[in-house]
């Protein structure tokens, strides 16, 4: 089983920046940021296949946030700037150990992450 914590959540103003941390156990073949808030599904923010270290993103976020690992400690980044108050919600940080369904057109979709964390809180406003 794979462990995950979430931290760097926090309540910023629009235009600012935050980064997301998401230590885990080890790093899998697929990680990747999802976002929920209340009364609608988890989405996805953003994912990197590590293989070959190839990031996929939401329109929504592009050109804005980064995604990166950091092998030698565990960790998953989400380098979030220009912060908008659609932003806003828990972010959770997801893991996939297999190569399949890492790709443009699954890295969204929630079923193929196995492990999850209990995620961090941001909100823009």
């Known amino acids: 089983h794979v462990q995950l914590v979430e931290s ?3 309540l910023v103003q629009p ?3 935050l980064r997301l941390s998401c230590v885990a156990s080890e790093i899998t073949t697929c990680m ?3 976002r929920s808030v209340p009364g609608k599904e988890r989405e996805g923010v953003a994912a990197i296949w590590t293989g070959g270290n190839k990031p996929y993103y939401n329109d929504s976020v592009k050109d804005r946030f ?3 690992t950091d092998n ?5 980044y989400l380098q979030m700037n220009n912060l908008k108050p659609e932003d806003t919600g828990r972010h959770y ?3 996939r150990p297999e190569d399949e369904y890492c790709s443009a057109a699954y890295w969204h979709e929630t079923w193929i ?3 999850w964390g209990q995620g961090t809180q941001v909100t823009v406003s």
């Open 8 to 10: 760097g959540g926090a």
């Open 15 to 17: 235009g600012g920046s």
């Open 32 to 34: 990747g940021w999802f």
């Open 66 to 68: 980064t995604i990166s």
């Open 72 to 76: 030698a400690k565990n960790t998953l």
């Open 93 to 95: 940080c997801g893991a």
């Open 113 to 115: 992450y196995g492990h």
